[in-house]
C-alpha cells in the first residue's frame, strides 16, 4: 500500500513537470522555428524540429544565430 502511494504521489510530480516543460518548450519552438522558416534555413528547421533541449537550442537560434547572419547579409548588401 505504501509503495502504491508513493509512485502515485511521483507520478503526479512528473506529469506536473512535463507539462511545465512543455509550456516552456511549446513558445520558444515556434518562434524558432517561424524564423527558421522565413529565413529558409533548412538545416536550422530541420535540427530545431527533431532536437529537443528544453528551448535550449531554440533560444540560442533567435537571439544568437540568426542574428549574426542577418549582420553578414546586411553588410553584403552595401
Known amino acids: ?3 502504491e502511494q508513493f ?3 511521483d507520478f503526479l510530480i512528473f506529469i506536473i513537470f512535463a507539462v511545465i516543460i512543455m509550456v516552456w518548450t511549446l513558445p520558444w519552438k515556434g518562434v ?4 527558421a522558416a522565413q529565413r ?3 538545416k536550422w ?3 530545431l524540429l527533431i532536437i529537443n533541449t ?3 537550442l531554440e ?3 533567435i537571439f544568437v544565430f540568426s542574428k549574426k547572419e542577418d549582420s553578414k547579409s546586411d553588410k553584403s548588401d552595401f
Open 7 to 9: 509512485l502515485e504521489k
Open 32 to 35: 524558432a522555428l517561424w524564423k
Open 1 to 3: 500500500m505504501f509503495i
Open 40 to 42: 529558409r534555413d533548412k
Open 59 to 61: 533560444i540560442l537560434y
Open 45 to 47: 528547421f530541420i535540427a
Open 54 to 56: 528544453v528551448a535550449i
